[in-house]
């Protein structure tokens, strides 16, 4: 017990995993033979309900508290010895592939770890509202406990096998909830849809762990990263090889963090309940990609054009997802384009070098994104399922709660300055003009998307908070604000999204960065070692940065004052607008056609390919070689039954003339010797 | 003193004609009865090979051979009565139900 609190670790993700074992237990055997039997019918909420309701958020608390407290024991250490590895038991042995199942906490896991039990923790709360109508409420809770679970192990593991396991783990968690509502054709098509496309990415990882394996012989990263200075000296971990492993992991990243060309899987999961979407699609695991790039910052830093490839790949992201969200109408679509647009800041930061921004980024954004779902979901709830927004409009006096604590995360993601998004899109975008690997033109298209950000975010805020009522009469009736379960999460998410930053304020607004001196010992080191300078000493003069970070401010500024005037004092200039470029705005509006694209270029081909193999090689040569041999035993055995007349005489005839071939052989074998 | 070869020759006579007869005949007894002489051409040869030889074994085959000879000509001739009820008929060559 000498590192106290530290070695109860293992609590974290195991808390998750016992309410996964409880609830799926109460799931079997209490949940299933009741909606058998009441088959439809709702009379009473069964006690069960109950139970679930407390169980389910009270692990995932309970596991956010103990990785508070091992956080906390970690802070107390100094910054040089904040690595700490629990090895759990030997995994896998054979040959030279050793692998235990570990747990490392340091201080990137450590974010990661509270980021996802403290978000998930409120988004399970939220739960338990929200699904308060839904009849397979225990089914929900298990799943979602799962999902806690996976992604635990996910950022917790002290290697790329264990990560990997986590990482199919939150794939089958997400096609699970995507597909909740497995009774609707979209919503399965769509669960099937993310998972298909993780899966691509996933072979990504899955090859780059064999390259990993094959250029070190380990796959712990303590390892791993200790190793890189040394095969580099040695010529054994050439540039190229570096960038093939970190190209293949980035795969992996675009299929799980939905970057072009993988992320057409995520507004379709937006089919699952909201809250998964709040949880799993937007603060949590979207962002593994994100943290499995920051994890091995070592080598990608070795490969200068996987750094490229990264950069360009997350900026474009950023800026056409962002355009895309303008003409999306239902609210959780465009809370996703945003999402899949976000991310790609995250890879952005990644790419030039900055991954503390990209952490930062990815916790604060886990913050207000949980927050805008969550609170879009509180609003669908209050609309009785609507999710258009055309059928919206003045439900500012319907949902205080929910318009206020929305309005502060919009003002985050905007990046208005003193909240967090300010903050973290502010040190990705400097980063991006500043590091050596970064450039002015990045920092334009960055800063272009933050603009394009402010105004979709607005729009959706007008179009739904603001202005005369578009609801259904029936609808507006029961337009009611949602249970304290569902305003609590909100409201400290709120205070989240608007103090979060704080840690962060970069040294030239004066503040100390506190989360970055915290990530340094993981990423720091890596800079030194590495061959470029990392996060970028580069000294560029204060007025500079602070005047890009005017210029970027008053970017945001025109995005909300353009969305100002098209949805509060020109109302009909959109549609206007819409008239004047129709091809224009159909492409936007059908999302530049790539899922038509996809379609007719990657699943046509496919089903083709599928469907002439079948019908040429399974049809023809597989059934041929079956029905060929029972043929010939057919053949075979229409010759062989004539030997069987019926006739006894002819038997015997048949034995005798055995017999005497017999004897006659033994005889002759035995004259011959 | 007779010659073994001459009780072999008996022997090897006794055994083929009824082969000749199982192989030959129609009516069922007399199948069965041919049997009975093959079964009897072998005693001949265990018995006189054993006296030639000075050892009992062949004797006691061969009563061993004619106990189950006796059972099987009770099996065989309960099988034939039966037959004949269902049939009418012991000929072999009426009966051949048992083909593809």
């Not at chain 1, 995520?266 to 809250?275: I, K, Q, R, V």
């Not at chain 1, 500079?544 to 500024?557: Q, R, Y």
Request: hydrophobic share 55%; with cysteine.
């Amino acid at each position: 017990m000498v590192n106290g609190i530290l070695d109860y670790l293992w609590l974290v993700p195991a808390l998750p995993l016992l309410g996964v074992v409880l609830n799926g237990a109460i799931a079997l055997f209490a949940e299933r033979p009741f909606l058998l039997k009441e088959a439809g019918s709702h009379h009473e909420a069964p006690a069960y309900r109950k139970l679930v309701a407390f169980i389910a958020p009270a692990v995932v608390g309970a596991a956010f508290v103990v990785a508070l407290l091992c956080v906390l024991s970690l802070a107390s250490r100094p910054a040089d010895g904040r690595t700490f590895v629990q090895i759990l038991f030997p995994w896998i042995q054979a040959g030279s592939l050793l692998v235990p199942a570990g747990l490392q906490l340091d201080p990137l896991s450590s974010v990661m770890a509270l980021v996802v039990t403290g978000v998930g923790f409120l988004i399970h709360v939220y739960s338990v509202g929200y699904m308060s109508h839904e009849r397979a409420f225990a089914r929900y809770f298990v799943y979602l406990n799962l999902f806690m679970f996976a992604m635990l192990t996910l950022v917790l593991a002290n290697n790329y096998l264990l990560m990997f396991v986590g990482w199919e783990g939150v794939g089958l968690c997400s096609y699970l909830l995507i597909g909740f509502w497995y009774e609707k054709q979209s919503a399965s098509d769509a669960g099937k849809k993310a998972f298909i496309a993780n899966r691509i990415g996933d072979f990504g990882v899955l090859v780059a762990m064999f390259l990993v394996f094959w250029t070190f012989g380990s796959l712990s990263y303590t390892e791993v990263f200790a190793k890189v200075p040394l095969l580099r000296e040695s010529g054994v971990l050439t540039t190229g090889l570096a960038t093939a492993i970190t190209l293949l992991l980035f795969l992996g990243a675009t299929g799980k963090s939905a970057q072009i060309p993988l992320y057409v899987w995520l507004p379709d999961a937006m089919e699952g309940p909201t809250p998964v979407s709040a949880l799993i699609h937007a603060a949590t695991m979207v962002t593994a990609g994100v943290y499995m790039v920051a994890r091995s910052s070592a080598l990608f830093l070795l490969a200068p054009d996987t750094m490229m490839v990264v950069a360009v790949i997350g900026a474009v992201t950023a800026i056409f997802s962002a355009t895309i969200g303008i003409c999306q109408t239902d609210i959780k679509r465009v809370l996703a384009y945003s999402t899949v647009s976000q991310l790609g800041y995250m890879f952005l930061a990644c790419g030039v070098g900055a991954f503390t921004a990209a952490i930062f980024h990815l916790m604060t954004h886990a913050f207000f994104k949980a927050l805008l779902f969550l609170g879009s979901g509180s609003v669908i709830h209050a609309l009785s399922g609507e999710q258009d927004m055309r059928k919206m409009g003045g439900l500012k006096k319907y949902v205080p709660v929910t318009f206020v604590t929305m309005f502060a995360a919009t003002l985050a993601i905007a990046g208005i300055p003193g909240l967090s998004g300010f903050f973290s899109k502010d040190e990705i975008l400097w980063q991006s003009f500043s590091s050596t690997h970064g450039s002015p033109a990045l920092w334009a298209i960055a800063a272009l998307a933050a603009g394009i950000t402010a105004f979709y975010m607005f729009r959706l805020v007008f179009l739904t908070f603001f202005g005369e009522s578009r609801m259904d009469p029936e609808v507006e009736k029961h337009a009611h604000e949602s249970p304290w379960t569902m305003t609590v999460p909100l409201t400290i998410l709120a205070l989240l999204s608007i103090a979060g930053g704080w840690i962060g304020i970069p040294a030239v607004l004066g503040g100390g960065n506190l989360f970055e001196h915290w990530l340094a010992p993981v990423f720091h080191p890596v800079a030194a070692a590495g061959a470029h300078g990392a996060a970028a000493e580069v000294h560029h003069s204060t007025t500079l940065e602070i005047g890009l970070m005017a210029l970027s401010v008053a970017i945001a500024l025109c995005g909300i004052g353009l969305a100002y005037f098209l949805y509060r004092v020109r109302t009909g200039k959109p549609a206007e607008i819409a008239k004047a470029w129709p091809t224009l705005y159909d492409v936007v509006y059908h999302k530049y056609y790539i899922d038509e694209f996809y379609e007719w270029a990657v699943i046509r081909r496919i089903v083709n390919w599928s469907t002439g193999l079948w019908q040429m090689f399974d049809a023809l040569f597989i059934d041929g070689i079956v029905n060929g041999a029972a043929d010939l035993v057919r053949a075979a055995g229409d010759r062989v039954r004539r030997l069987q007349g019926g006739v006894v005489g002819g038997y015997a005839f048949s034995l005798l003339a055995g017999a005497v071939l017999l004897v006659g052989y033994i005889l002759y074998r035995s004259v011959v010797q | 003193m007779i010659a073994p070869s001459a009780y072999l020759l008996l022997s090897a006579i006794l055994f083929g004609i009824g082969v000749v007869g199982v192989v030959a005949r129609k009516n069922v007894l007399i199948i069965l009865m041919s049997v009975e002489l093959m079964l009897n051409g072998v005693n001949v040869a265990f018995v006189a090979a054993g006296s030639y030889l000075g050892d009992a074994a062949g004797g006691v085959f061969a009563f061993m051979v004619m106990t189950v000879a006796a059972a099987e000509a009770a099996v065989g001739l309960a099988l034939l009565i039966a037959l004949y009820r269902l049939k009418e008929t012991v000929d072999i060559t009426e009966l051949k139900v048992l083909k593809w």
